[in-house]
């Protein structure tokens, strides 16, 4: 029986690149079934609205989701969709890997494999803002954090750590100066990491942290932190490994996931054929070891890391020198499919 899933394509490159990932999973043998839904730009034009209720209702349905990049005005318009997902159905888990693949020309560091998790949905990104004067010469944000949103955040690192046989946990956190948020947080994790003594605990200072990543990344396995400290960090742990073209990212509550290419919807190359779809080939990996396809995701993973190793059939932020279209990356993708199934 196939499985039901809502798509989102997004805007910008975000339909042609959801349309390779589409054709890798088909390839690989994966039977889904499609719901194909608006969300972003491209449901403002048909609804007036960045994310109309039958994208929700979809969502729900399905608790399944793949996602495209989608626009955000900044500093007007509406607000991120994203964020609006996340509230929506309380996905509180983002889950960003950062991985080395051979035959990448910017990258510095070898065999690079973490997987940080960042509470999604408390601290300073829960909207609680405003000015404090009438002038608007001054404003304030306020940051929550509670021991219930600490504990899920970081249980669920932990029962990844033990499934994927993740040897270490990093917590980060600011306690020495945020002493009660900050403090909280890393409390619950001392006390959660208690449960899983196979697991190594590892606390980290934010801005040490960062300084850590850049100099000995090697060094972490498993990273967890709060909202804005992961939202930083993940970014930081792209750079170190190829950039948003490589990050795939995962937005998980207690019943339903949305997987998604993190990079922004590119609208300056928008129908080129020339965008790089392995990030969101990426989160179709990881969407599929979230409902237990697993070879079917080593196998699509492994694909595409033979590509981008050979590195003369890839797109052209991969080997701006020698470098294909959209399409014919995807096809090479596909050429691997066969040799490895």
């Not at 969502?59 to 997902?85: M, W, Y």
């Not at 509470?119 to 940051?143: K, M, P, Q, R, V």
């Not at 932990?158 to 990093?170: D, G, H, M, P, S």
Request: hydrophobic content about 40%; proline content about 4%; aromatic content about 8%.
């Amino acid at each position: 029986m196939n499985r039901i899933i809502t798509l989102i394509p997004g805007d910008g490159i975000g339909p042609e690149i959801s349309k390779v990932a589409v054709r890798v999973l088909e390839h690989a043998g994966v039977k889904i079934n499609w719901e194909i839904m608006d969300a972003g730009l491209t449901a403002l034009d048909k609804y007036k609205d960045p994310l109309p209720q039958e994208t929700i209702e979809s969502i729900e349905r399905n608790k399944v989701a793949l996602k495209g990049p989608l626009t955000t005005p900044i500093g007007k318009g509406f607000r991120s969709v994203n964020v609006a997902l996340r509230k929506e159905f309380e996905l509180y888990v983002n889950q960003r890997p950062a991985k080395t693949y051979k035959g990448l020309k910017n990258i510095h560091y070898d065999n690079i494999n973490l997987m940080i998790f960042r509470e999604n949905l408390e601290e300073f990104y829960a909207g609680i803002e405003h000015y404090i004067d009438s002038s608007h010469s001054a404003a304030e944000t306020i940051g929550i954090i509670t021991k219930k949103g600490s504990e899920r955040i970081i249980k669920y690192a932990y029962e990844y750590a033990r499934k994927f046989n993740r040897k270490k946990v990093t917590v980060v956190h600011k306690a020495n100066i945020l002493k009660y948020t900050g403090g909280l947080f890393l409390d619950v994790a001392k006390a959660i990491s208690k449960d899983y003594p196979e697991i190594i605990f590892d606390e980290k200072i934010v801005d040490n942290m960062a300084m850590q990543m850049v100099m000995s990344p090697n060094q972490f396995d498993v990273i967890v932190t709060t909202n804005l400290f992961g939202d930083i960090l993940s970014d930081l742990a792209s750079g170190l490994v190829g950039g948003l073209g490589m990050s795939p990212g995962a937005n998980i509550g207690d019943d339903i996931g949305i997987f998604e290419a993190v990079h922004g919807s590119a609208p300056d190359i928008a129908g080129l054929d020339i965008a790089n779809p392995s990030a969101i080939i990426l989160a179709s990996v990881m969407m599929l070891e979230y409902i237990g396809e697993f070879q079917a995701a080593i196998n699509i993973e492994k694909a595409l890391s033979n590509v981008i190793e050979k590195g003369d059939v890839v797109t052209k932020d991969l080997n701006p020198e020698n470098y294909v279209s959209t399409g014919k990356f995807a096809d090479e993708i596909c050429r691997e499919l066969d040799k490895i199934q």
